[in-house]
C-alpha cells in the first residue's frame, strides 16, 4: 500500500508539473496575441509546435514515472530477499506422527475480529480429513496454519511431541505438500512441471505414474513431445484447458512423497463425476 501511494504521488506530480507549465505557455501566448505583439499566423504556428511538444513531453514524464516505478520495485524485492526467514531453530520436523492443534486462534493485521477462534483439532497418520464450511469461514487460513505459512496469534501446534514454534518454514515444509485452488501454470516443460516439486528426485518414471493417477494421458494430440512438451504457447508449446492444468497441479502435488498434504479445494475447475474420481485417487494415495 506505501508502494502503491508513493507511485500515485510521483505520478500526480509528473502531471500537475506538465500541466502548470502547459497552462503558463497558452497563457502568454495568448496574451501575445490580444496585445498584438504576435499576429494570429504565428499563434497558430506556435500553438500546433506546442501540442507536438506535449506527445513528447507526455513519453518523457511517462518514461520518468516507470523507471521510479521500477526503482520502487526493485527497492520491494531486495527488502523482500533481505527479510529474515520465520523461526531459529532448523529442526526437521516428523509428519508421520499426529499434528495436534491446540486453541490455535489468527487475525490477521489490522482486523478486528479474529479469523480462526479456539481451534483445536488432532490429525494422525495415514488418516484423511475434510473441513467443510462456509465461504469466509477460515478454512484456507487453517489450510495455511497446517502447512507452517502462518503462525498462530495464540495457541499451539505440535507435531508428535515437536513443537512447530520457532522452527524455520523450511524444516517444516520439507516433509509436505500443497495444493490450492489458484494454483501456479508454470511456463516449462511439461516434465519440469512436475518434477518442479521435488527436483532432486528427477524421475521421469515417477512423473509419469503422478500423471497417470490423475488420468492424464500423454497423447501425441495433446502432448506432442511428451513430458518434454512446452506448456506455453509463447515458447512454441502449446496451451491446456484449465482442467487439464488443474489435474497437472494435482500430479505435482503427488510428486513430492510426502507424509503430510493438504489441499483446498483443489478439483474447482474439473466437472462433478471426475471429481468424485479423483478424490478416489486422494484416498488410495
Not at 34 to 39: K, T, V
Not at 90 to 97: L, S
Not at 122 to 134: D, F, L, Q, S, Y
Request: glycine share 6%; with cysteine.
Amino acid at each position: 500500500l506505501k508502494k502503491g501511494t508513493k507511485l500515485f504521488k510521483v505520478d500526480f506530480l509528473m502531471r500537475w508539473i506538465r500541466s502548470i507549465g502547459y497552462v503558463g505557455i497558452y497563457f502568454l501566448l495568448f496574451l501575445s496575441l490580444i496585445s498584438a505583439r504576435i499576429d494570429i499566423s504565428v499563434f497558430g504556428a506556435v500553438f500546433i509546435s506546442m501540442e507536438k511538444l506535449n506527445g513528447i513531453a507526455s513519453e518523457f514524464f511517462g518514461a520518468i514515472k516507470e523507471t521510479y516505478a521500477d526503482i520502487v520495485k526493485a527497492q520491494f524485492l531486495y527488502h523482500f530477499l533481505d527479510y529474515e526467514s520465520k523461526g531459529a531453530k532448523r529442526e526437521k520436523i516428523h509428519h508421520d506422527q499426529t499434528m495436534t492443534l491446540d486453541r490455535v486462534c489468527f487475525t490477521y493485521p489490522n482486523q478486528a475480529t479474529s479469523s480462526l477462534n479456539d481451534i483445536s483439532l488432532n490429525i494422525k497418520p495415514g488418516e484423511t480429513i475434510a473441513i467443510v464450511g462456509e465461504n469466509g469461514s477460515g478454512k484456507t487460513t487453517l489450510s495455511k496454519i497446517l502447512l507452517g505459512l502462518y503462525e498462530p496469534t495464540q495457541g499451539r501446534i505440535k507435531v508428535g511431541e515437536q513443537s512447530c514454534e520457532n522452527i524455520q518454514y523450511a524444516s517444516i515444509c520439507e516433509d509436505e505438500s500443497s495444493l490450492f485452488q489458484n494454483f501456479q501454470r508454470y511456463q516449462f516443460s511439461l516434465f519440469h512441471n512436475i518434477n518442479i516439486a521435488n527436483y532432486k528426485k528427477n524421475s521421469r518414471q515417477d512423473i509419469l505414474s503422478s500423471l497417470s493417477s490423475v488420468n492424464v494421458n500423454l497423447n501425441v494430440e495433446l502432448f506432442p513431445k511428451g513430458l518434454d512438451t512446452m506448456l506455453s504457447r509463447e515458447y512454441n508449446g502449446v496451451d491446456l484447458s484449465l482442467g487439464t492444468w488443474q489435474r497437472i497441479a494435482i500430479a505435482r502435488a503427488i510428486y513430492k512423497d510426502c507424509f503430510f498434504i493438504v489441499l483446498d479445494e483443489p478439483t474447482s475447475a474439473i466437472d462433478p463425476l471426475e471429481e468424485s474420481n479423483l478424490y478416489n485417487v486422494f484416498k488410495e494415495i
